[in-house]
């Protein structure tokens, strides 16, 4: 397994994050635990739950498969979505916020939080009042790192200048949805990242199963699987090229010997900027598989095959400004340059 540094931060995650979301929908405590156990042999040492996922029970289940080795982990969750009937249960205002990481440790079964992220945008409430709430969480030891998850450009770069110039505690990553099938970060929120220096956290990098090798070219539901349930399945953000992508994934995949899963996660891993790829599954032989995209490389030719045949097309201003290099360059008329 590999291990990455987090943006510009001195902390160190495995390239393959054991996300919990399955813990309490689909997966009980037994399971959960064998799958911790599992991820530990495999030398993950990051985790990702949030405080919604299962109804809570994300987090209780893995505060009880942590137990007597929370040093050896790296623990993200996450606060943003309803938890309750009430006007604060929600969001990122300051009261929802100090109540929501209180029910987090309690439920995790530990005193802080590695990674806390805002889960969701949410337009009711002033980035400044969440930024300091959560540098106020830095500040007391509850939490050790602050960052987002699905924000657009605009106001990722928003919340960074605010935390920079009120030296409060800044974003150390982003978490996005992305896959070979979903690959609209590329177009902005990377390039902030890398201009940032924030470490990218994908989910999603198997698009809700539809690349584990369990789909064929023009099949969008798949007998007991997400789609069918139609649970955090993300058939809606697929690009027009999906079949197409999903094809070619399959040939790689026969060709080097490896399970498509293993294949599509390997292939985010070796973009640029990603530090960590986030695998769920609901049983311990699925977790099994997908870790097996750790530790190894693809091959480049197979690399470019991928790239190129999930590649998306251009949009404005990109398509219009991409190579005005070139035209600024043709148009240096001197004579030394003639000679």
Known sequence: ??????????????????????????????????????????????????????????????????????????????????TGPRPNDSGMSRAHIMNAIEDSLRRLQTDYVDIYYIHHVDIQTPLDEMLRAMDDLVRQGKVRY?????????????????????????????????????????????????????????WSPLAGGFLTGKYKPGQRSAEGARSEEGWAYPERYFAANADESLAALLDVAKELGRSPAQVAVRWALDQPAITSAIIGARTVA???????????????????????????????PKSMEWNMHERRNSAVKMPSLSQ
């Not at 799958?35 to 299962?54: Q, R």
Request: aromatic residues 10%.
């Open 146 to 202: 602050t960052a987002c998850s699905n924000y657009e450009a605009w106001r990722l770069m928003e919340a960074l200048w605010i935390s920079e110039s009120k030296d409060w505690a800044r974003f150390i990553c982003y978490q996005p949805q992305y896959s070979l099938v979903v690959r609209d970060i590329e177009e902005e929120i990377i390039p902030v990242c890398q201009l940032k220096g924030l470490g990218v956290v994908i």
């Open 1 to 82: 397994m590999e291990y990455r540094r987090m943006g510009q931060s001195g902390l160190k995650v495995s390239e393959v994050c054991l996300g919990a979301m399955t813990f309490g929908h689909g997966t009980e405590q037994d399971e959960a635990t064998r799958m911790v156990d599992l991820a530990f042999e495999a030398g993950v040492n990051f985790f990702d739950t949030a405080n919604t996922y299962g109804g809570g029970a994300s987090e209780t289940m893995l505060g009880n498969a942590l137990k007597g080795r929370r040093q050896d982990a790296v623990v993200a969750t996450k606060f943003s979505n309803p």
């Open 286 to 316: 699925q977790a099994r598989d997908n870790l097996l995209a750790g530790g190894w490389r693809l091959p480049q030719d197979a690399l470019d095959r991928l790239n190129e045949v999930s590649a998306l097309p251009m949009r404005y």
